[in-house]
């Protein structure tokens, strides 16, 4: 009698509904610094899946689900900490959609989640190093690593014939990183790099910098920095001192901002960004419109990192970031009903009737190592004063 009253209970636990709660997002990025003019799409590509996933009241037992914007600047790591004790101490978010600039999320993840437990999925930071942090399974990100960006940068370089280029970064954490693996890359391939030097941001007159890289020459002018910023200001003092007319330009540089700020002398400049033609990219893409903002860049990236964080939960059954942060790679991963944005809701219920997804999401994620993105490029070229897309790689 003693064992079946025991074996009633536990199916009585077993099947016991989850409890709704109100959850809540942290979505902190560079709302103002070097690339302000990104932030505002990126923010609403996370908030669309997070208001797609309240809607459906299909999460935890109809949990809701808010998000609170703070400002990580890009730039101030003691800013971006500050916003982040706030949001996890004062507003209690449960897990972060952030940073975006790799140094302040070093510094976020560092000093405020770790101690704290809670996961962040960053859409954006890219600096080698965050694949090595120590971060106790609560740090992923959507977007792939400059590791992988060098790659790719080097494959177009040596496609259009460049045999020398010129290289200038902004002086942090994301600059350093992306210039080391673009030099490593290009000169295992055969190309020289003819100078690697740091710019710093936030300066009126880059004359100086310019003039040692153009003492140093090279076929085109790497420009590793800010699309708000510095990298805007060594374009200009380039192009007004006759130093360099082609730049190539990382993902830091791509942005609707920058070839309005500098004109048509910028056409036939070329770089890289996180970027596919898979099929959620283009609903991903409607969605946004139909929303009133733009699938600009890191955009389909702050849709997937909400969207993780909120399945992962589902299939965790606990909105406890130590708890669900288990669940972010099984979901994100093979084997599984593939999802594509617009099927968040669809999603949920597969995975509470005991089902798997494969979450491919808007960049067609696919999160690999230490729980980053296996990396999907679209190579841009600047025509008639605008980023287009040359390929996909």
């Known amino acids: 009698m003693k064992k079946l009253l025991m074996a009633a209970a536990t199916v009585a636990l077993m099947s016991t509904p989850v409890q709704a709660e109100d959850i809540k997002i942290g979505v902190i990025l560079g709302y103002t610094g070097p690339i302000e003019s990104l932030t505002p799409d990126m923010a609403a590509g996370a908030e669309l899946a997070i208001k797609e996933i309240s809607d459906s009241g299909a999460l935890l037992g109809g949990s809701k689900v808010s998000s609170i914007r703070a400002d990580t600047t890009c730039t101030d790591s003691a800013a971006a900490t500050t916003a982040t004790e706030r949001l996890v101490t004062s507003d209690k978010v449960n897990a972060i959609v952030g940073g975006d600039c790799s140094g302040v999320t070093t510094a976020m993840l560092q000093n405020v989640a770790l101690p704290n437990g809670v996961v962040m999925i960053s859409p954006s930071a890219t600096s080698p190093a965050l694949s090595s942090i120590e971060d106790k399974g609560l740090f992923f990100r959507t977007a792939p690593s400059d590791a992988r960006q060098g790659q790719v940068l080097t494959a177009i370089l040596k496609d259009r014939g460049i045999k020398q280029a010129a290289l200038t970064y902004t002086n942090n954490d994301y600059g350093k990183g992306l210039a080391e693996s673009i030099k490593a890359n290009f000169e295992k391939a055969g190309g020289k790099i003819t100078i690697s030097a740091a710019h710093e941001d936030g300066k009126a007159d880059y004359t100086a910098e310019v003039g040692a890289l153009a003492s140093a020459g090279g076929d085109v002018l790497i420009v590793a920095g800010y699309l708000d910023q510095g990298g805007k200001g060594i374009i200009q003092a380039s192009l007004d001192t006759g130093a360099f007319d082609t730049f190539v330009l990382p993902d830091g540089m791509i942005g609707d901002s920058l070839p309005i700020a500098i004109g048509s002398d910028l056409n036939g400049s070329f770089g890289t960004v996180p970027g596919t033609d898979s099929p959620g990219a283009a609903k ?45 790679m099984s979901v994100a991963n093979a084997p599984g009903v593939k999802i594509y944005p ?47 897309t040359a390929k996909f790689r």
């Open 342 to 388: 617009g099927e968040l809701a669809k999603a949920l219920k597969i995975i509470a009737d005991g089902g798997d997804v494969d979450y491919v999401g808007a960049s067609a994620v696919e999160l690999i190592g230490p729980g980053e993105s296996a990396g999907n490029y679209r190579e841009i070229e600047v025509a008639d004063g605008k980023n287009t």
């Open 284 to 328: 991903f893409s409607d969605m946004a419109k139909s929303a009133g903002f733009k699938a600009g860049p890191f955009a389909s990236e702050s849709y997937d990192a909400a969207a993780l964080i909120l399945l992962s939960m589902q299939a965790a059954k606990s909105s406890d970031s130590n708890v669900f942060k288990s669940k972010v």
